[in-house]
Structures are given as structure tokens and as C-alpha cells.
């Protein structure tokens, strides 16, 4: 309880959300949120009160934020669906939305783990403009707007190879992303966090080689879940950890 409502209360006073609730007889039943901070909207996280499920809260609570993503133009929104709600799988795709990787949520003791030719540091305010140029290479579009949150609040590292930067992580862990060019880069940042944030990172699981090497290195599953999309989807052209928003 006590960390969802410090999750909810950053939400609720972050103006890059837009918030929704769900009233019966006055009463909140239910939440969702809009991430608008970057060129994707993200989805979620939605909460329906587990005593009036089933009753058509949590479609109501979804076309809201997508009627409001529709309103302000975003040529797509993306969400993070746990595996386990079948419920939830059978509604996001009802909606439209279309799956797109099976993933694995990783936890385990921090690596410690430092890659010749792969230097890790802090990421500066000055990294912006190169990190959404990557992420615009692999990804088709850049998400700039976490990215700059997660420099000021000093979460943030990039990776650099040959002198160039090839890869970035707004931390490692649950409300976090990364990517870089290769495996190896991606690796590098995994390997020089300080902790796994949350219920942990997660990993595309069609990635096997970088699944592989994660257990290998007694990481272990938690969870799985599935990114799912509407709207402008390139495949990636690189390699990447989403966050539970996508």
C-alpha cells in the first residue's frame, strides 16, 4: 500500500501525467494515467477496485486516455500488460491494441560488472541531444522527456564505446529504459547499476542472448508481462529494456 501510494502521488503531481478516476455513488473505484512527456503516450498504470470489477470500469478508464491521446495528436500510445491478467490481455486487444514482445522481468543482486571498452558514467544534460538521436535510430522516435527527468534526478547513465556514445538507461529497473546498439552495451549498463529499482527490469525474452546472459548471472525471472501498441510501431534496430510503461 504504502508504495502505491507514493508511486500514485508522484503521478498525481507530475504535470507530464494526465490523471483519470473512476467515481461510484462517490466513491474513487479506479485510476489511470497518460505519460505525455515524451513523442509516445504511455498507458497506465489503471486500477479498478477488485469489489466492482467486471462492471466495465477498466474499458472506461482506458478510452479515456486514449481519447485523450487522440485529442493531443500522439501518433501512438503503448502500454505494458502483466501476463498473468487474462482479463486485461483480452481488453487492450479489444481496443486495438497489438502485441508486440513477450517480456521478462529480471531481479537479483546488483553486478557490479564493468566491461573493458565499455565505459558507464552519469548522464549530463548536455547527453540529451545524442541520446535521442539513438533512440530515434532504433526506435523510430526518441523519448526525451523521461529521459531529461531521470538526468535531474540523477538515475540516469549512458555508455560509451570507441568514444562515442552507443547506448543510455534512465536506471535500471521497473519505471526505467535503456538501449544501446548492441547487446554489449546494454549489458554494460545492467552491469554497472546500483540496484535493481522495483520489482526489477525487464527484458524483450525473444532476446536470447541477452536472456542468457542474465541468467547466467543468477538473475532470476519474477514476472512476465507483454508490450503492446497502437499507432507508429517500427520494429527495433537495436537493443532495448522498456519500462512497465512501454
Given at each position: 500500500?504504502?508504495?502505491?501510494?507514493?508511486?500514485v502521488?508522484?503521478?498525481?503531481?507530475?504535470?507530464?501525467?494526465?490523471?483519470?478516476?473512476?467515481?461510484?455513488?462517490?466513491?474513487?473505484?479506479?485510476?489511470?494515467?497518460?505519460?505525455?512527456?515524451?513523442?509516445?503516450?504511455?498507458?497506465?498504470?489503471?486500477?479498478v477496485?477488485?469489489?466492482?470489477?467486471?462492471?466495465?470500469?477498466?474499458?472506461?478508464?482506458?478510452?479515456?486516455?486514449?481519447?485523450?491521446?487522440?485529442?493531443?495528436?500522439?501518433?501512438?500510445?503503448?502500454?505494458?500488460?502483466?501476463?498473468?491478467?487474462?482479463?486485461?490481455?483480452?481488453?487492450?486487444?479489444?481496443?486495438?491494441?497489438?502485441?508486440?514482445?513477450?517480456?521478462?522481468?529480471?531481479?537479483?543482486?546488483?553486478?557490479?560488472?564493468?566491461?573493458?571498452?565499455?565505459?558507464?558514467?552519469?548522464?549530463?544534460?548536455?547527453?540529451?541531444?545524442?541520446?535521442?538521436?539513438?533512440?530515434?535510430?532504433?526506435?523510430?522516435?526518441?523519448?526525451?522527456?523521461?529521459?531529461?527527468?531521470?538526468?535531474?534526478?540523477?538515475?540516469?547513465?549512458?555508455?560509451?564505446?570507441l568514444?562515442?556514445?552507443?547506448?543510455?538507461a534512465?536506471?535500471?529497473?521497473?519505471?526505467?529504459?535503456?538501449?544501446?546498439?548492441?547487446?554489449?552495451?546494454?549489458?554494460?549498463?545492467?552491469?554497472?547499476?546500483?540496484?535493481?529499482?522495483?520489482?526489477?527490469?525487464?527484458?524483450?525474452?525473444?532476446?536470447?542472448e541477452?536472456?542468457?546472459?542474465?541468467?547466467?548471472?543468477?538473475?532470476?525471472?519474477?514476472?512476465?508481462?507483454?508490450?503492446?501498441?497502437?499507432?507508429?510501431?517500427?520494429?527495433?534496430?537495436?537493443?532495448?529494456?522498456p519500462?512497465?510503461?512501454?
Amino acid at each position: 500500500m504504502e508504495v502505491a501510494t507514493e508511486i500514485v502521488t508522484l503521478l498525481l503531481a507530475h504535470p507530464g501525467f494526465y490523471a483519470v478516476v473512476a467515481e461510484l455513488d462517490g466513491k474513487v473505484v479506479g485510476c489511470n494515467f497518460l505519460d505525455e512527456r515524451s513523442s509516445i503516450a504511455g498507458i497506465g498504470p489503471v486500477a479498478v477496485d477488485p469489489a466492482v470489477m467486471n462492471s466495465t470500469i477498466g474499458r472506461q478508464l482506458m478510452q479515456a486516455v486514449m481519447n485523450r491521446a487522440t485529442e493531443r495528436r500522439f501518433p501512438g500510445m503503448r502500454l505494458v500488460q502483466i501476463a498473468w491478467h487474462y482479463r486485461s490481455l483480452a481488453l487492450y486487444t479489444k481496443l486495438g491494441f497489438d502485441t508486440r514482445e513477450t517480456l521478462s522481468a529480471m531481479q537479483g543482486k546488483p553486478l557490479a560488472l564493468h566491461m573493458p571498452g565499455y565505459e558507464v558514467r552519469p548522464a549530463r544534460e548536455a547527453d540529451l541531444s545524442a541520446c535521442k538521436d539513438l533512440c530515434g535510430r532504433i526506435h523510430g522516435h526518441d523519448r526525451g522527456g523521461e529521459l531529461l527527468d531521470a538526468i535531474r534526478q540523477r538515475t540516469a547513465t549512458v555508455v560509451e564505446r570507441l568514444g562515442r556514445l552507443t547506448g543510455y538507461a534512465t536506471g535500471i529497473g521497473w519505471f526505467h529504459h535503456a538501449l544501446g546498439e548492441t547487446n554489449e552495451d546494454v549489458e554494460a549498463l545492467i552491469g554497472a547499476a546500483s540496484a535493481f529499482v522495483g520489482p526489477g527490469f525487464l527484458v524483450p525474452s525473444r532476446n536470447s542472448e541477452l536472456f542468457r546472459s542474465c541468467l547466467r548471472r543468477d538473475l532470476r525471472v519474477v514476472a512476465q508481462a507483454t508490450l503492446m501498441t497502437i499507432g507508429l510501431y517500427n520494429e527495433p534496430a537495436g537493443r532495448y529494456l522498456p519500462s512497465i510503461l512501454y
